[in-house]
């Protein structure tokens, strides 16, 4: 997909306390829907998934003192378009001591955009046990499907075009919090 | 990232460092129910064998597997080979067969280079002569980073037949870029100095084991290769395990944390004691985990992506 080049115009659509609130909701939705997140599993999806499901787990933690099991969903081996990129490197994957068999996973990624990394995530999760369900989570749905797929937990829904590109940036990695769209016609 | 695995000397700093990062990620594979990952789906791996073995045979074998890849095992024996057919011819044929990796073992040094000018897929060289084995070397320094955490600055005794040893040689070119500090160790005859120089210029050498051990972080000890003992490179076998064998009370000598290291196969009571590769400093048993590990990410990187 083409890439808007890096002068190209910028909006900031989340920063901050608005990146929190949307986190917060995002934990209430899934204390909600799972009846209080029992035998329920966290996993993100390298990059910016893994925080994200950490801050997820913390507020799940703050509101209803149940702790949820983090873990890592490294989806670089399943991808479909491993081969048409040069040599990606690996990121981790490391579940909860209890695994996952039997239980509910959450997958949580940045962005949902074509649908592609979730259908890799899927087919990873299958060579690492049987969840009892799977559901999806991301901060920021952007359109644009290529695959039937869609999230349980949507934190933002921004329409985009093809040519523009969101970003997100969390304090863990990038040093602060922000989900910015960038190029398309202005 | 670069095509072919040839020597040790490929590698630069930060490809060396992306391989071992890579292992540790595969090495998690090893604990799960399903031992597989699509990456090389679809992609041929041939292992060309023109000499025994055993470990590496299997480990690059149960590598390509676990990654997805159909492997096509060639050894000398029973095949065309034994009938007169040179490695070209070998090599052509493989070609023809859409290899897309050929990893080879033969008796002369270069042949993996020979080949690579041959075939349109990625060389990895699992031994060639007495010139190279980059993938134990890579192996060693898995094991070494992940016994003791770092490769930066560690001291590393090899010892024994450096002049044979294509595990030697490797190992001295990638833990010198890693960092290390390489003191090769060995009777006279076995360690010319233009070869240690020619290896790099930072390795030092030494003919007497006791003085170098109580200073070491890992005493990797060579097989002594039992063709070597008629050659008269040293009195008898007798002698060198008196002065260049690993015992107990050498092994007392070395620092509570360091390990001892072997690639195998070994002369059990020759170059190393039974009771010290059985010891719990011995990585010896881990090499061979690790190998499979270190495998698996030279073949991913090598042939995983454009």
């Not at chain 2, 490797?170 to 005859?189: E, I, K, R």
């Amino acid at each position: 997909m083409a890439q808007p080049r890096a002068d190209a115009p910028s909006k900031i659509i989340l920063a901050g306390s608005d990146l929190h609130r949307v986190v917060d909701r995002i934990a209430h939705q899934i204390l909600e829907k799972t009846s209080g997140a029992t035998g329920t599993v966290l996993l993100g999806i390298p990059t910016r998934g893994v925080p994200l499901a950490h801050r997820l787990a913390a507020r799940i933690h703050a509101f209803e003192g149940v702790d949820v099991p983090v873990g890592s969903l490294d989806i670089t081996l399943y991808r479909d378009d491993l081969r048409l990129q040069a040599t990606r490197a690996l990121g981790r994957t490391e579940l909860p001591a209890g695994g996952i068999d039997g239980l509910r996973v959450i997958l949580v990624d940045d962005v949902l955009f074509s649908g592609r990394s979730v259908r890799a995530a899927l087919d990873a999760l299958k060579d690492l046990g049987r969840p009892s369900s799977v559901q999806l989570a991301v901060l920021v749905d952007r359109g644009h499907r290529q695959l039937p797929i869609r999230a349980d937990y949507v934190g933002k829904n921004i329409p985009t075009a093809l040519s523009e590109s969101v970003k997100v940036a969390l304090t863990e990695i990038d040093g602060a919090d922000e989900v910015k769209l960038i190029g398309g016609l202005t | 990232m670069i095509k072919h695995l040839r020597s040790a000397a490929d590698l630069d700093a930060a490809t060396a460092t992306l391989i071992l990062d890579t292992a540790a990620e595969m090495a998690a594979l090893s604990g799960r129910e399903v031992k597989k990952l699509p990456a090389l789906r679809g992609r041929t791996v041939v292992n060309l064998f023109y000499e025994d073995s055993t470990r590496t045979r299997i480990s690059f074998e149960a590598a390509a597997k676990r990654l997805s890849a159909d492997v096509i095992n060639f050894s000398a024996k029973g095949s065309s080979v034994s009938k007169g057919e040179s490695l070209k011819d070998t090599a052509l044929t493989l070609q023809a067969m859409g290899a897309d990796a050929v990893v080879i073992r033969h008796s002369a040094s270069g042949a993996p280079h020979r080949l690579a000018n041959w075939v349109d897929g990625s060389v990895v060289n699992a031994g060639d002569g007495t010139h190279e084995h980059p993938t134990q070397a890579l192996l060693d320094a898995y094991t070494m980073r992940s016994r003791l955490g770092r490769l930066d600055g560690l001291k590393v005794a090899i010892v024994g037949d450096v002049l044979h040893s294509r595990v030697a040689r490797s190992n001295v070119l990638l833990l010198t870029t890693l960092g290390a500090d390489v003191t090769l160790v060995g009777p006279p005859t076995l360690i010319p100095l233009d070869v240690a120089a020619a290896l790099s210029k930072s390795t030092k050498v030494s003919y007497d084991l006791d003085s170098v051990l109580p200073d070491s972080d890992v005493v990797m000890m060579l097989r002594v290769q039992t063709e070597r003992m008629q050659d008269s490179y040293f009195p008898s076998a007798r002698e060198y395990s008196r002065r260049y064998g690993l015992d107990m009370p050498r092994m007392r000598k070395l620092p509570e944390h360091a390990v001892v290291m072997h690639p195998g196969p070994m002369n059990r009571g020759m170059e190393i004691a039974p009771e010290v590769a059985d010891s719990p400093r011995s990585t010896i048993v881990e090499q061979v985990a690790n190998g499979v590990s270190v495998r698996m990410a030279v073949l991913y990187l090598l042939l995983g992506g454009k």
